[in-house]
């Protein structure tokens, strides 16, 4: 399959992953948020509003998915926004589901001399 490796400031040109998925945190996560921005789902869960549809957008997406975007509390943004990774199974997830080709997760080298460091006390 097609696939690149991710730029750091890849999110800024997709968005793709706050138009597939429902985003949910825990209630209390949405007190500093707008108002308008959140919906009740259950007793103790609210989400994003907009991403609890058949076909999700959230509220505070700003911009055009695949070109330009962001988010319009990205400061303020949910747990759960804040754990897709770019290049994540999530993320690729999403990207595939917009037509975006996938990101290869690019491991960090192991530093091949780990074991002999040691911590000067
Ligand atoms: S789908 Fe991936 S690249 Fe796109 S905005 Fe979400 S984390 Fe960033
Ligand atoms: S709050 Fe921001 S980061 Fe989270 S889904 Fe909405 S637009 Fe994306």
């Given amino acids: ?3 690149q490796v991710p ?6 040109s997709c968005g793709a992953c706050c138009a597939y998925f429902r985003v ?3 209630w209390a996560e ?6 308008n921005y959140t919906e009740p789902l259950t007793s103790v869960y609210s989400c994003m509003a907009g991403t609890n549809q ?10 055009t998915i695949g070109e330009q975007v962001s988010c319009g509390m990205y400061e303020l943004r949910s747990s759960s926004c804040k754990e897709v ?7 690729n997830k999403a ?7 996938p990101f290869i997760q ?9 074991d002999n460091f040691e911590r000067v006390s």
């Fill in 7 to 12: 730029t750091q400031d890849a999110c800024l």
């Fill in 85 to 91: 990774q770019i290049a994540d199974a999530q993320c």
């Fill in 106 to 114: 690019i491991e960090a080298d192991e530093a091949e001399n780990d």
């Fill in 1 to 3: 399959m097609l696939s």
């Fill in 30 to 35: 949405g007190i500093p948020m707008p108002e």
């Fill in 95 to 101: 990207r595939m589901a917009h037509n975006m080709v």
């Fill in 24 to 26: 949910s945190f825990y």
């Fill in 54 to 63: 058949k076909n999700p957008r959230c509220i505070a997406l700003q911009g």
